[in-house]
Each structure stands twice: as C-alpha cells, then as structure tokens.
C-alpha cells in the first residue's frame, strides 16, 4: 500500500512540475513580443569630403574637428585621413551651425558650414519611442581657409535632403586641397 501511496504522489509532482514548465514556457513565448524598432536608430547628417577641381571622393589628411558654433560641445574631434562623418542636428533650432577648424603641422583655418532644415516628429511605436527627422531646406558657408598648404571648404552641397535613419550621404563637402 506504501508503495502505490508513493507511486501517486510521484505522478502528481510529474504532473505539477509538466505544468509549471508549460506555464514558464508560455509566458516566456508571451513576453518575446516582435518590435519592429529599427537597429539603427541614429538620425545624423551624413558628410562625404570631395576634392573640388575633381569632382571625386578625397580623404583629408589635415586634422578636422568639427564644434556647434554658439556652444562649447564638439561634435566631430581630430579626425585625420577622414573621407566623411556623420554630425548630429538640433532638435530645437532650424538651423545648424558647424565649425569646421583644420588643422595642420604650422597653421589652421576655420570655416563654418550653415544648414537649414525642418524639424519632422517621427513616431514608430510606443515601444520604440519618437525621433526626430529632418529635411535640408539648403546649406550656406564660408571659405576661411587661408593658410598656406591646407585644405579648406571650397563649396557644399545637397546630396539627399531627407536625413533619416537611412544612412545615405546628406550633403557633399567639395575642399580645395593643398
């Protein structure tokens, strides 16, 4: 008679423990919600340098450090041998003003790239949260760059206006090179 007590009893904690591990299984399954969050979720303009006599991608061997004109934030620091970068845009402002100082051996020179743009809310789902799109209404600069031997901004373009999360090439930075 004990042996069959014990026979029922090991039947029940088979039973109890079958249970539980098919209630953990199926709130695990529960919990595994598809978000459809983009990976990348960085809204930057997307810089490429070009050589303005060619018209072709370059690499600048000058040292570039790129600031928000106004504030003391640095945005892009001491980039070397750089092809292009991506900056961030303000939230806030419809225009963004970057500092581009290039540095050499024995000199520097400082130009300013403005960009205009509009400011558009992107919502994908609660899950993901809101980002902020923009769209370049158009870009304005200055050619500081005098200083013997380096390479300064000789004009700016608009490639693609629609700064995203798609990470295609925003605006084109044509540079005189030395």
Request: glycine share 6%; with cysteine; aromatic share 8%.
């Amino acid at each position: 008679m004990l042996h069959k007590i014990r026979q029922i009893m090991h039947r029940q904690r088979l039973t109890a423990c079958t249970a539980a591990a098919v209630v953990a299984l199926v709130a695990y399954a529960a919990s595994c919600s598809n978000i459809d969050c983009p990976l990348n979720n960085k809204v930057e303009l997307a810089c490429g340098f070009y050589n303005s006599e060619t018209n072709g991608s370059t690499t600048i061997g000058d040292t570039i450090t790129i600031t928000a004109a106004g504030t003391d934030s640095i945005l892009f620091n001491y980039g070397y041998n750089i092809s292009s970068l991506d900056l961030p845009m303000s939230y806030m402002r419809e225009v963004d003003t970057f500092v581009v100082k290039i540095m050499g051996l024995e000199a520097s020179s400082v130009d300013t790239i403005f960009v205009s743009h509009t400011n558009e809310p992107h919502f994908e789902s609660v899950d993901c949260g809101m980002s902020m799109f923009h769209k370049i209404k158009g870009v304005e600069w200055t050619s500081n760059g005098n200083a013997a031997g380096l390479s300064r901004i000789d004009s700016v373009a608009v490639a693609n206006p629609k700064v995203n999360y798609d990470e295609t090439e925003n605006i084109k930075i044509y540079f005189t090179l030395p």
